[in-house]
T-cell receptor
Framework: AQSVTQPDIHITVSEGASLELRCNYS??????LFWYVQSPGQGLQLLLK??????LVQGIKGFEAEFKRSQSSFNLRKPSVHWSDAAEYFC?????????????FGKGTLLTVNP | GAVVSQHPSRVICKSGTSVKIECRSL??????MFWYRQFPKQSLMLMAT?????????EQGVEKDKFLINHASLTLSTLTVTSAHPEDSSFYIC???????????????FGPGTRLTVL
């Protein structure tokens, strides 16, 4: 069964500081990996995704993530956080075809940005 | 591109009534849509997978007679909460699956969610 672990429930950073949100996954084959962001009372917005190829993927809003197969990780990074980045971040894993395209989400990491 | 809408964004209803939530993919066709439920400060829980032209597939523990799903076209899926009770109050989010076989990508795009409150 596939699973996602986001070890940090809540992270607080200062505006302008760098950010890394951790994500570890369990999946039996090559995974599709996603990071989504959710603002309060809103749906989920796709930040970036990894399917294959270059293990460092660039997303929207200046975010990037690196797929490390040996560590089963897909950590999200941003070099300089903006106050508008405060939100809940979800890592998700899925597959291809059949029932494997279902996404399994982590429990989320709430990001607070201090001025 | 890849915009998904939901209607209504908020709904308040009395216990025992039924509520219909619509999910539309605005600029792409989606043979598969998904319905999730999210409790406060928690992750998304997949309720069911909606396939155009066929019956929905429900996750274990989800009552199919209570949560009726219809996927009548390639751009519209509806979730009807029948005989709603206060414990059905939640945030319901849909997503639409976008597949590009040539590019070999498979991504779910999410709607903005519907807040259901059952009095």
């Amino acid at each position: 069964a596939q699973s996602v672990t986001q070890p940090d429930i809540h992270i607080t950073v200062s505006e302008g500081a760098s950010l890394e949100l951790r994500c570890n996954y369990s999946y039996g084959a090559t995974p599709y990996l996603f990071w989504y962001v959710q603002s309060p009372g809103q749906g989920l917005q796709l930040l970036l995704k990894y399917f294959s190829g270059d293990t460092l993927v660039q997303g929207i809003k200046g975010f990037e993530a690196e797929f490390k197969r040996s560590q089963s990780s897909f950590n999200l990074r941003k070099p300089s956080v903006h106050w508008s980045d405060a939100a809940e971040y979800f890592c998700a894993v899925g597959g291809v075809g059949g029932s494997n395209y279902k996404l399994t989400f982590g429990k989320g990491t709430l990001l607070t940005v201090n001025p | 591109g890849a915009v998904v809408s939901q209607h209504p964004s908020r709904v308040i209803c009395k216990s025992g009534t039924s509520v219909k939530i619509e999910c539309r993919s605005l600029d792409f066709q989606a043979t598969t849509m998904f319905w999730y439920r999210q409790f406060p400060k928690q992750s998304l829980m997949l309720m069911a997978t909606s396939n155009e032209g066929s019956k929905a597939t429900y996750e274990q523990g989800v009552e199919k007679d209570k949560f009726l799903i219809n996927h009548a076209s390639l751009t519209l899926s509806t979730l009807t909460v029948t005989s709603a009770h206060p414990e059905d109050s939640s945030f319901y989010i849909c997503s639409a699956r976008s597949q590009h076989l040539m590019g070999f990508t498979d991504t779910q795009y999410f709607g903005p969610g519907t807040r259901l409150t059952v009095l």
